[in-house]
């Protein structure tokens, strides 16, 4: 009779385990969010995107769930539309070597030693290598795309940097900076969006404010630009920069691929033995990439203005 007994208590135990796991699979119901021509993004994808980001960028954990969820799913949508174009000229999921340099720079700055440890915590955090090695790869040939389309379109005064240069040539004059971009349809849009931009910094400060409205690259880092010579910047950026105090922020300032608004966060002068070809070489370095950078905003939205896109 125990035996009986026990027998029809381990059915029991089994039946309420397969009850309970057919309960949280209807629990989590799988939803569209966004469709991008015949591209489905779910909130399965959000949540794995979530996952991703918080585990590679430990300074997200601090953020809001919510607000991280929706840059994730904008992430998504980001790297679809990208997937799209790029399958017109490349082959995606082949080895790529600048793939593997950015993976290891991931891993090294997650204080990880090898790409085993960096295996290890993937499979920690519920995330597949070969799944953000594609990611990495679209980035990656991104880049590339866009380097090969536009770089002869790139303009540098080589003489006017230098001059800049030999007008102080023993010290070097920095900003560490941190930048909000956000796109607009009229002079009227950037009043308002600005306008809410200061409410918000003054509310939750201007990292936050970076995460909630900012449309560049730099987001997922709160807009950090870092340290920056002041020779690289713009006559119209140096400007602006120059007349703030430490902690203020510009003006709206119109740039290629947007609004741009800056933070001076310290600044510094610095005695300098550089030599003057190597630091023309680093503000020739740094401008090439910002051009780039615009570059690519541009073509990402000419690209997407292309494309069907429902969210839902």
Known sequence: MNCLNKFKTKIYI????IILFVTNIFAYEVKIVTKINDEIITNV????????????????????KKEVLDFAKQSIIKEKIKKIELLKNYELENKNEMVDLTIERIYKSLNLNSK??????LKINDLDFNEIYKKIEIESL?????????????IIDEEGLKKKILENP??????????????????????????KILESIDLVGFKETVFKF??????????????????ALSDLIKKEVSNLSIGEITNPIIIPSGILILKLEDKRIENS??????????????????QLNNYSVIHFNKVKSKLFIDEY
Not at 47 to 63: M, P, T
């Open 170 to 195: 023993k010290q070097v004059e920095s900003y560490y900076l941190y930048e909000l971009v956000f796109d607009y349809k009229d002079k009227d849009e950037i009043k308002e969006k600005y306008k």
């Open 273 to 290: 033995d550089m030599d003057i070809q190597n630091e023309l070489d680093e503000i020739i370095k740094f401008e090439t990439n910002n």
């Open 142 to 154: 991104w880049n590339q795309l866009i380097f090969e389309k536009y770089y002869q379109k790139i």
């Open 45 to 64: 994808d959000v949540e794995k995107e979530y996952r991703y980001l918080i585990s590679l960028n430990k300074s997200l954990q601090d953020v809001e």
């Open 214 to 231: 900012s449309t560049s690259q730099s987001k997922a880092n709160f807009g950090l630009l870092g340290w920056i010579n002041k020779n």
């Open 14 to 17: 089994k039946i309420i385990i």
């Open 116 to 121: 085993k440890d960096f295996l290890d915590y």
